[in-house]
């Protein structure tokens, strides 16, 4: 197992990038990479509360861990820190052993420039999953939150 880190700055107030870490329907828009749709089964966006998201490849080439063409995931919030932190444990639905573990994700936020900083940390990936991959997804789904972010705060 293994730990990435992406960064990537939002022109929007910490507050608002907060509120799209938590609210469901703006992670079924943000936490896509490109060529996937994203799909919100279940979204409790408060601390302890749980969540069920499916990524679904656009084109049949692609290689789902949890079926054919899609990657579902399931978790829940451990700790909130209102415009400042939000750490998630996801575990990939998958009959796959080597895809089987508890991942942790930390998406701290820091004041700067004018808006946000976005660090997101994975830890505990299962080294199937080529870290490019990740590194690559993590960053398509943080332009995807700035774009959305930004443009609510014009």
Do not use: C, Q
């Amino acid at each position: 197992m293994y730990s990435t880190r992406v960064s990537w700055h939002v022109n929007a107030p910490r507050a608002a990038v907060y509120r799209a870490l938590l609210d469901g329907d703006a992670v079924e828009k943000w936490r896509v990479p490109d060529g996937m749709t994203g799909h919100v089964h279940e979204f409790e966006g408060r601390e302890g509360g749980a969540f069920r998201v499916s990524l679904t490849y656009d084109v049949p080439t692609g290689t789902g861990k949890s079926d054919a063409h899609t990657d579902t995931y399931h978790g829940h919030f451990v700790k909130l820190v209102p415009d400042e932190l939000v750490v998630e444990e996801v575990e990939f639905e998958t009959d796959d052993p080597a895809l089987r573990s508890t991942m942790t994700m930390t998406t701290t936020l820091t004041e700067s420039d004018g808006g946000t900083d976005v660090l997101v940390v994975h830890e505990g990936i299962p080294d199937i999953v080529p870290a490019a991959d990740n590194e690559t997804g993590t960053r398509m789904a943080l332009a995807n939150l700035a774009r959305l972010v930004e443009a609510a705060a014009r």
